[in-house]
């Protein structure tokens, strides 16, 4: 183990020795170019180099070089990572190199958060520290509310599409939102709306994911002297995976090196997978325009992946015809090749990936190594249960996911209302849940008060003038909440768990958890546990924060920064410490990591690559999104340290309905000699057993036959097409109109004639 030495580096210096020695121990086993670039003095450098190069180690090692040598002081230090994951790992690396606390390691929208919470009021308008961040969920509800009151068609200007349009302006993206605003009326409406959701989000002091760039950036050019001292505390900033930075994020970086230009950045132009959010692989072109001086260094040692799996990489990659060609090289294992397996459907992949997971706990691999990918969330659902089935310990890293819950959203509403009693979109979301009985006339009346006042709605609410607009039952119910909300204010600097105690002991929860007959009452009690356990290791110091450290500025463990905390856990993003558990997470989520056993599901056309992705064209060339797509996949096989394995199903569910699948072409990609020949013949005969059950059925299955089916209910059999495994049933279902089904998969049970 190479990090004892580095134990001992820190120890010799800390005992006096020179720092020189400290150092040699630090770079002992780095290869050349690696060293080269952890002891690269004062100016800019730029690593390039691909997957498993160790990039990331570099940056590390460069940081404990920095403070062991005593060129740096821990808080002359910012290092910028991609997901809050990534972040923590970084310091807890460093921090086991040279122990210091206080190391500003964070995502940019965490270091943003940051700096706004001391500076916001710089910025000159109504906002103050206490701000709360609105995720896309939080956004869309607001921009909804906005468009109709504004009297715009809804399905014209949809909020999802509004809010992109404005989360690209926000982050001066280079290409417009497709299908938004092609000039003309369009254009001036999205303007007009974007205003009045910026007003609206000042007023609720509120800010959404992209305001946390864009404000500091705004702050950063209206007041020099608070980026100069930002520019001249950091003395040494870092970036790892430059390659998906956007604009906004690279003229931060640009002020915040402004003068020393001790930027430090590694990046593969291969693994840019955040295009569509705006990161900008030009970025890294620009770097060297703009820092005509910088080293740079290429790192060509792949230290990750086996030789079949690299060289497996490597081929899918070669198909992208923008881009730059690189050398790798491993002098690594051979290693075994990469597995490809068909499977029936979604339940046959998940119960082979089970399958495949435990042979491989037998030969004595963690499951805390293992991973299992996919492209889209939907695919997750059936890969847990499997996962299940096998009594297999998994993790989601989604983070997101959990917190799009509408109990939890609920819970956190009233939570933030307790530090931001003006967040109006919290206040909308539980000021009638459970029931108060203030209808939408009611809260109408008091959100136009508010609004010609410029008033956030909790003080309409406060008000006697505004609560003598409205009648009997709404205005008892305001009164009401508004006199909770001022009770939950007490709370706000109180310990968290504590906090959702005092919030639940007033809410009748039966009658909120009743009124969501969606889903089984047990899964939503067991999910606010989850959150109030999660508050509880937070209030006991138990998890690590993003916005720990540097001096201890956000050091009060209380409802007010597990708030901040958690709304910083962005898409990209999950908690969650390393246990013995499998981790189930998208693509996109996967960056950086690496595996012993990495499992790809669902390599199919339309899925990998996404329809979505191959119906884009960005700019000028046809193709950029399909090749987006093959970094995806790209990113995903070169996590793999030993054994990889990619599968695909003949058929699958998808909202509701079957769809036949065909094998990704990037499959075809892979050159045959670094796959095992055969695969796995088991997933294709049982997945024909359904059938064979079926066929002994007494009744045979007629068109006008009633027939029951699992998910559907009941429904009458129109047609029937195809032959053998491949028959189709077309059935009009009561509830959910006419589906096709493959009729092996359907399970339908005959239940009677119509006549
Ligand atoms: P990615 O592009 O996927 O983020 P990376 O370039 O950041 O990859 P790292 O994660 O830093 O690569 O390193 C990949 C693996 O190789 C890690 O397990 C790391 O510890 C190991 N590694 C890197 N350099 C060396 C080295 N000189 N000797 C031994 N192992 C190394
Ligand atoms: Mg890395």
Not at 119 to 147: C, K, V
Request: aromatic share 8%; charged share 30%.
């Amino acid at each position: 183990m190479d990090w004892m030495d580095l134990n001992a580096a820190q120890t010799a210096s800390a005992e006096g020795d020179d720092a020189s020695e400290a150092t040699a121990r630090l770079v002992k086993g780095l290869n050349r170019p690696q060293q080269e670039a952890v002891l690269h003095g004062e100016g800019a450098l730029l690593i390039l180099a691909g997957p498993g190069s160790g990039k990331t180690r570099v940056i590390t090692r460069r940081i404990a070089n920095l403070l062991l040598t005593g060129k740096a002081r821990p808080h002359e230090i910012l290092a910028i990572t991609f997901t809050n994951k990534a972040a923590r790992e970084m310091r807890e690396r460093v921090e086991a190199l040279v122990p210091v606390p206080g190391l500003w390691i964070s995502t940019f929208h965490a270091m943003g958060a940051r700096i706004l919470r001391r500076e916001i009021e710089m910025l000159g308008g109504s906002w103050t520290r206490d701000f709360t961040i609105y995720d896309t969920h939080d956004r869309n509800q607001l921009l909804r509310r906005l468009i109709a009151e504004a009297g715009y068609d809804a399905a014209r200007f949809r909020p999802a599409m509004v809010g992109a349009w404005i989360s690209s302006e926000k982050n001066r993206t280079r290409f417009a939102v497709a299908d938004a605003g092609d000039g003309g009326i369009e254009a001036e409406a999205l303007e007009k709306i974007s205003k009045s959701y910026d007003a609206a989000l000042a007023k609720s002091n509120a800010l959404d994911f992209d305001d946390l760039l864009l404000k500091v950036l705004e702050l950063f050019e209206a007041q020099p002297g608070v980026r100069d001292s930002y520019a001249s505390r950091f003395r040494w900033v870092l970036i790892d995976e430059f390659q998906d930075t956007n604009t906004v994020q690279y003229e931060l970086a640009k002020h915040l090196s402004g003068w020393h230009r001790n930027l430090a950045v590694c990046g593969d132009p291969d693994q840019s997978i955040y295009a569509w959010r705006g990161a900008d692989i030009r970025n890294i072109v620009d770097f060297e325009k703009d820092y005509a001086n910088a080293k740079v260094v290429l790192l060509e040692q792949n230290y990750r992946s086996t030789r079949h799996i690299l060289e497996a990489a490597q081929a899918v990659i070669s198909n992208n015809r923008s881009r730059k060609q690189k050398r790798t090289w491993s002098d690594g294992a051979e290693g075994e090749q990469l597995c490809i397996m068909e499977c029936g459907d979604e339940e046959d992949e998940a119960r082979e990936i089970a399958a495949q997971i435990q042979a491989w706990r037998t030969r004595g691999g963690k499951l805390s190594d293992v991973a299992v990918f996919y492209r889209a969330n939907f695919l997750q659902r059936a890969l847990e249960a499997g996962l299940r089935r096998a009594s297999l310990p998994y993790r989601i890293v989604a983070g997101v996911e959990f917190y799009e819950r509408r109990e939890i959203r609920d819970l956190l509403a009233w939570l933030k209302l307790a530090v931001n009693p003006s967040d109006d979109v919290a206040f909308l979301r539980v000021v009638n849940t459970p029931s108060r009985g203030i209808g939408e006339k009611s809260l109408g009346e008091i959100a136009r008060w508010a609004a010609d006042r410029r008033l956030p709605l909790i003080q309409a609410a406060r008000s006697k003038e505004a609560l003598s607009l409205v009648r009997g039952k709404a205005r008892a119910g305001l009164e009401a909440f508004a006199a909770f909300v001022a009770r939950c204010e007490r709370l706000a600097d109180g310990p968290a768990a504590a906090a959702i105690d005092a919030v639940l002991a007033e809410i009748d929860v039966n009658a909120w958890l009743g009124e969501m007959d969606d889903e089984s009452l047990v899964d939503r009690e067991a999910n606010l546990e989850e959150l109030r356990a999660h508050a509880e290791q937070w209030d006991e110091g138990r998890t690590s924060g993003q916005q720990d450290g540097a001096g201890g500025d956000a050091g009060a463990r209380t409802l007010r920064t597990f708030l901040q905390e958690i709304a910083l856990v962005s898409e990209t993003d999950g908690g969650g410490e390393a246990a013995e558990r499998v981790t189930l997470m998208t693509l996109h989520a996967a960056k950086g990591l690496e595996f012993g056993l990495v499992l790809i599901a669902g390599c199919e056309e339309e899925l990998l690559p996404h329809n979505r992705a191959l119906s884009e064209s960005r700019g000028d060339d046809p193709d950029a999104g399909l090749e987006e797509e093959r970094r995806l996949f790209y990113v995903g096989m070169t996590r793999a340290k030993e054994r990889l394995l990619l599968t695909w199903a003949r058929q699958r569910m998808h909202f509701g309905s079957m769809s036949f699948r065909q094998p990704s072409r990037f499959l075809e990609e892979i050159p045959e000699r670094h796959v095992e020949s055969g695969g796995s013949g088991k997933a294709q005969e049982e997945s024909t057993d359904p059938f064979v059950e079926y066929e002994p059925e007494e009744e045979p299955l007629q068109p006008g036959a009633i027939v029951q089916h699992e998910h559907f209910g009941r429904g009458t059999l129109l047609r029937l097409q195809g032959s053998g495994v491949n028959t189709r049933a077309t059935v009009r279902f009561v509830t959910h109109g006419e589906r096709q089904l493959l009729l092996a998969y359907a399970r339908l049970t005959i239940v009677g004639r119509s006549s």
